[in-house]
């Protein structure tokens, strides 16, 4: 009779599968299953209502197909999702619930709304036992036939305008650290820097200024200076006269909490405040792979970025592997 699943071993730095699933037992492999503590075996043939973990694993994979990823094993009894590519993950988390509720299937993923590089383990699936009632595996495809369970969004390009504002950056009193930080951040994506521009405190510099990027070819702009809610800050004001549908003027996050975003038809706009420029990460970083991602973001999104919108403040920043910016 046949294995009916991978028998594992972990001894001499080696683990893995030691005999594979199907497997005859030979005389010559008893010392070595005893070794690994194996005084019993589990073979025979599968009851015809059932399905075996491995063939779970593939058929759960089969109803997931992600765009820009591919399914690894099965191994020990489960599939892995793999990026090709940078994108943006995500899942849908009512979806995943429903299924890893109906009973013996459990999938795992990375958090919705998560950064990732390719090579990123996005997703493992499997089921508890070693075999299940067929109808639970029918039960997760008709569910997820209605439905993307994981998105892996790719980049798209933008051309960015920058607007900087400031009288002592427009008059040569102090050197301007915005720019620099917005290069090196958008050098991640498939971006491209239209132009720079420095402006005094002046509504109508401004407002003309991000005209002429948007006449330039600008389909993201972003502006940084003068955010926060004193009378003497012009910025908001700026773009609200540009004529942009301000979605939220602050977010319930740390640090970036004046942070702006507003829309000129479907043009992004963010207003930056100066953390960018002093802490490695803001929610500058957090909102960028959801832009270039083409998520257009709701009232409702940049409220709940205060469920995790605290940053640690870690001593070494390891963003995005932390719970700053998941919403």
């Known amino acids: 009779m046949p ?27 008893i010392p070595v299953l005893l070794k690994i503590g194996k005084q019993t075996v589990y073979a025979g043939a ?23 990823a591919h399914y690894e094993g099965p191994s020990e009894g489960k599939v892995l999702l793999i990026a090709d590519r940078p994108g943006m993950l995500r899942v849908n988390t009512k979806l995943l619930e429903e299924v ?3 009973g013996d ?18 997703a493992s699936m499997r ?60 050098s991640y994506y498939p971006s491209q820097i239209v132009d720079v521009r420095i402006c005094d405190d002046d509504m109508d510099m401004v407002v003309k200024t991000a005209e002429d990027l948007i006449k330039k070819g600008a389909d993201f702009l972003i502006f940084t200076g003068g955010m926060s809610v004193d009378p003497d800050d012009i910025t908001p004001g700026a773009i609200r006269r540009l004529g942009a549908d301000v979605i939220s003027h602050g977010l319930p996050a740390q640090p970036g909490n004046m942070t702006l975003v507003a829309y000129l038809g479907d043009i992004p706009v963010l207003g930056v405040p100066g953390a960018a420029i002093s802490l490695p990460t803001t929610m500058f970083d957090v909102l960028l792979p959801q832009i270039f991602a083409g998520i257009r973001f709701t009232r409702e999104d940049l409220v709940r ?12 920043c390891h963003y995005p592997n932390c719970t700053f910016g998941r919403y």
């Open 46 to 68: 599968i009851p015809d209502d059932m399905l075996h973990e491995e063939d779970c694993a593939l058929r759960l994979s089969k109803v997931n197909e992600v765009e820009g």
């Open 3 to 29: 294995l009916c699943h991978d028998l594992t071993a972990m001894y001499d730095g080696f683990k893995g599968a030691l005999f594979k699933r199907g497997h005859i037992i030979e005389e010559e492999d």
């Open 100 to 102: 890893n509720g109906i």
């Open 127 to 186: 089921i508890v036992p070693l075999f299940t009632d067929k109808e639970q595996i029918v039960k997760a495809e008709k569910l997820c036939g209605n439905a993307k369970l994981i998105e892996l969004m790719p980049y798209r390009e933008l051309k960015a305008g920058i607007v900087i504002t400031g009288s002592e950056i427009y008059n040569g009193i102090i050197k301007d650290g915005f720019e620099p930080v917005v290069r090196r951040k958008l």
């Open 305 to 316: 970025l205060g469920d995790g919108g605290l940053c640690q403040m870690c001593s070494e």
């Open 105 to 122: 299937i459990t999938i795992s993923t990375l958090p919705d709304h998560y950064r990732v590089e390719k090579g990123a383990r996005l």
